[in-house]
């Protein structure tokens, strides 16, 4: 009787964008630290020594922890499945998603793109690119290809938008095209400022792509 052959398990390409450097996890260590003495203080000055310093372990714990968490964060895509992983993890079919959009947050002038993915109760906001000024970081070519290929697949008509987008913003860059010149970059430019998180309206979305070369 023949065995059945082991299916392989999809290769897992990295996601990640953010920068969890050691040193910059020292630094935000460094803050966590500062701020809980900074309010540990204050409330020391009100309440007395022992309420102070009971805040300040608090407050730096608690920071301390979402720093931690943050730098544990790590996405992949494997296959057509977006996998995030913290303290536990979760997965989102992007053949399968029932919710694709584009999200742009703005902290203190720098603007993240991100692309929200979600299956039933499962959310996972995946960075495409962060801009700051006339640069910044973007996911590499390989991912942008790889995801783009997944989001075409989508039963989500946004799939296919979504995936002509990272089309063109891969082009863009093998023209040697500079940041403020690729759609990901546009994109966030035409956010309207003041918010720190917004929905780029689906309609909104498709007439830009339509509009590209």
Known sequence: MTEPIATPEPERLPLTLADTSRRRGCAAAAISVILGAAVGGVVGLIGG???????????????????????????????????????????????AADRLELIVTDVRGVRTVGLLVAEKRKTINLSLAVYSGTG????????????????????????????????????????GEAAPDRPLFQLASVA??????????????????????
Do not use: C, M, Y
Not at 158 to 175: D, P, T
């Open 49 to 95: 020594r022992i309420p102070g310093l009971i805040t300040a372990a608090v407050v730096a714990g608690v920071l301390g922890l979402l720093t931690w968490a943050t730098a544990r964060r790590k996405i992949w895509l494997a296959g057509h499945r977006v996998v995030a992983r913290t303290i536990g993890s979760k997965s989102v079919d992007l053949h």
């Open 192 to 213: 309207p400022s003041g918010k720190l998180a917004q929905r780029l309206k689906a309609e909104a979305v498709t007439k830009f792509v339509a509009n590209l070369p």
């Open 136 to 175: 910044g970081r973007e996911l590499g070519i390989l991912a942008l290809r790889k995801l783009a290929d997944a989001l075409a697949g989508s039963s989500n008509t946004a799939g296919l938008v979504f995936s002509q987008l990272l089309v063109a913003q891969l082009r863009a860059e093998a023209r």
